[in-house]
């Protein structure tokens, strides 16, 4: 039964892509204005079918998707971490992740971009702008490793402080230290790096201005990867909700999974905090949405938190644009603020039960 | 490797084991042989050392020395037949509360399935039978988190018994579960010993480990005894590691453990009391 369900879900969450992904190409700086029209009777008038072309493929298109891809990233990325360290509260942002993918970012546009250094400059010479905003593909998968380099390194010493997965609370201290650190640590690298300053800022804010096709289609591949690899480990997850000791009696390898589960997601939150900067919460949020939906094993929970990440994100991305038209409004800011309302509300029900950590 | 040993070998073997957690000896170089066919459940006081004692022999604590599973030391064993010969049912571990009654003992099924294969006729009908056993195949399509203390233990118990091990080894098996379930349980056992099935338990129910076939008596991280329940030297064991506060007797051809008073602990709570009045 909860097998069909979390197939009907997954319909109804695919179908509310597909709708907001029509909305989202019809809202920009004048609000909503209805490009589908034109779009789809080019005979009616020509030139606004070919306005509306240049609009929706090369801007308005490929950000909406590629909003859709970070959320979808992030969202799986979250129902991992919730599902590797036992802790619902665990989520790329919250265990510093987020923050050592930025870093990386930071690093490798002061490495790359400074035309004093020798990378940048050569890449300035071979005629490849290196920014948050350039869509060569060499510089997005630059940007990738480099944020996906940081993400290991953040959730490893966050590991480390946290002396293991076990403890609710000192995880999640030890994950805010670490955050706190490497972000105080990227403003450093910035300010080192004036030429790179403006962009990064707000690359940190999160917004998905930055989404070109290259960064779509990097992000889609990814997100592939990390959602078979995800799907082949998801055993794993199921027999670590029972605890070490059972899922070890069950002949698991531990180790090796474990790692590769730190890979993913990794692998999801770099990929997605190169692409988009710094957006808070939507991690956290899709698996526990799911969750308040349907009860399932974790190969379908975390198919299902990527989706819900991909619906939520897009919905937000879409409204931090409409919200201040003609200004936008950095979509992090937004998931921010209403993520923040969330967890809070997660946190007095789990008071309300009398269910201390575990919400 | 073989997967039937002569039917003398020890189920499981402890050979010379010893636990430290930090600067502190948990597990004091135990050496002990468990029968194959056999139930045996280790007693003694709290803080003895028999949940570790039982971790160790598992594989899923550090120690020293050497556990040995059917004749063979438990690390030459690959991972997945060493899960399909041996059962663990741990005590107060997490249990995941998303995945439905059914997920959860499907996943005692792991080490007879290849790495993605979906569970077969027969992984199915062992989970039925295990789910059946425990009188939890009514909640098959509830989620974990639904279900109260009692009835959760049984599904993990289900899990445990899912598995179709040679030795099955639980760690508090009767936490929360009401008298008519404790006497289920005890059914199960006694069924799975009949096929041939070691069981080994940590049970802090004195009475209901009087049941067992062998006792094996903990204290201070040692064995102080090892035989059979009906042994009036076990009697005097357990006695003895209790400080003689209950007492073992026979009533209608079954072994009760029966609590005594003790007389520090109500000299100091009456005293306790006659002070408080007279203040």
Request: with cysteine; proline share 5%.
């Amino acid at each position: 039964m909860n097998a069909r369900r979390a197939s009907w879900l997954v319909a109804a969450l695919l179908l509310a892509a597909v709708l907001l992904a029509a909305l989202g190409v019809c809202v920009g700086s004048a609000g909503f204005e209805n490009l589908l029209g034109p779009l789809f009777n080019p005979g009616l008038d020509p030139d606004a079918t070919a306005m509306a072309q240049q609009i929706v493929f090369d801007i308005r298109l490929p950000r909406t998707l590629g909003a859709w891809g970070a959320g979808a990233l992030l969202g799986l990325a979250g129902a991992v971490a919730q599902g590797l360290f036992r802790n619902p509260l665990a989520d790329p942002f919250l265990l510093g992740s987020a923050s050592g993918a930025s870093l990386g970012v930071a690093l490798a546009l002061a490495a790359m971009g400074g035309a004093g250094g020798m990378l940048g400059a050569s890449m300035m010479n071979s005629g490849v702008a290196v920014s948050v905003f350039s869509s060569s593909v060499w510089v997005r998968l630059g940007l990738t490793g480099a944020a996906f380099g940081g993400a290991v390194l953040a959730v490893l010493l966050t590991l480390v402080l946290s002396r293991g997965v076990q403890h609710t609370l000192r995880l999640l201290l030890a994950g805010v230290v670490v955050g706190v650190v490497l972000g105080a640590m990227t403003h450093l690298v910035l300010l080192f790096s004036p030429e790179s300053l403006q962009a990064m800022q707000a690359f940190m804010l999160g917004s998905t201005s930055f989404v070109g096709w290259t960064a779509a289609g990097l992000m889609a591949g990814v997100w592939v990867l990390c959602t078979l690899a995800a799907w082949l480990l998801a055993r794993v997850l199921d027999g670590l909700s029972l605890g070490d000791a059972t899922a070890r009696s069950l002949g698991l390898p531990l180790g090796p999974m474990r790692a590769a589960l730190v890979g993913v997601l990794a692998l999801a939150t770099g990929t997605a905090v190169a692409q988009t900067g710094l957006i808070a919460f939507v991690g956290l949020a899709a698996p526990h949405l799911v969750r308040s939906l349907v009860k399932t094993t974790s190969s379908r929970l975390m198919l299902l938190a990527s989706c819900m990440g991909g619906a939520l994100l897009m919905a937000a991305d879409t409204l931090a644009r409409w919200l201040i038209a003609p200004q936008e409004l950095p979509v992090g800011v937004l998931t921010a603020v209403l993520g923040g309302g969330y967890l809070l509300w997660l946190m007095h029900r789990s008071t309300r039960l009398g269910r201390g950590g575990g919400l | 490797m073989s997967a039937t040993p002569a039917f003398n070998v020890p189920a499981l073997e402890a050979r010379d084991l010893g636990v430290r957690f930090g600067d502190a000896a948990i597990l004091h170089g135990i050496t002990l042989a468990l029968p194959r066919a056999r139930w045996t459940s280790i007693v003694g006081p709290n803080g003895a050392g028999k949940s570790t004692l039982l971790k160790a022999m598992a594989g899923l604590l550090p120690h020293s020395g050497t556990s040995v599973l059917l004749g063979q030391p438990l690390p030459d064993w690959p991972h997945r037949q060493r899960a399909q010969q041996l059962s663990w049912l741990g005590q107060n571990e997490a249990s995941g509360d998303d995945l439905t009654v059914w997920d959860v003992s499907m996943l005692g099924r792991l080490p007879h399935q290849a790495w993605l294969s979906p569970p077969s006729a027969a992984d199915h009908a062992a989970v039925e039978r295990a789910l059946r056993a425990t009188q939890a195949w009514d909640w098959r399509a509830r989620s974990l988190g639904q279900l109260s203390g009692g009835e959760r233990q049984r599904v993990l118990l289900a899990r445990a018994l899912a598995v179709e091990a040679q030795v099955l080894l639980m760690d508090e098996p009767l936490a929360n579960l009401d008298p008519p379930h404790q006497a289920d349980w005890l059914s199960i056992v006694q069924a799975l010993v009949r096929e041939g099935r070691t069981v080994v338990s940590v049970l802090h129910e004195i009475g209901m480990a009087l049941h067992a076939d062998e006792l094996v008596v903990m204290a201070q991280g040692r064995i102080t005894h090892q035989g059979a329940c009906a042994d009036p030297a076990t009697h005097r064991a357990l006695e003895a590691v209790f400080d003689h506060r209950v007492a073992v007797r026979e009533l209608d051809g079954q072994w009760v453990a029966l609590p005594l008073p003790g007389q520090t602990a109500s000299n100091e709570f009456s005293n306790g009391a006659s002070n408080s009045a007279t203040t």
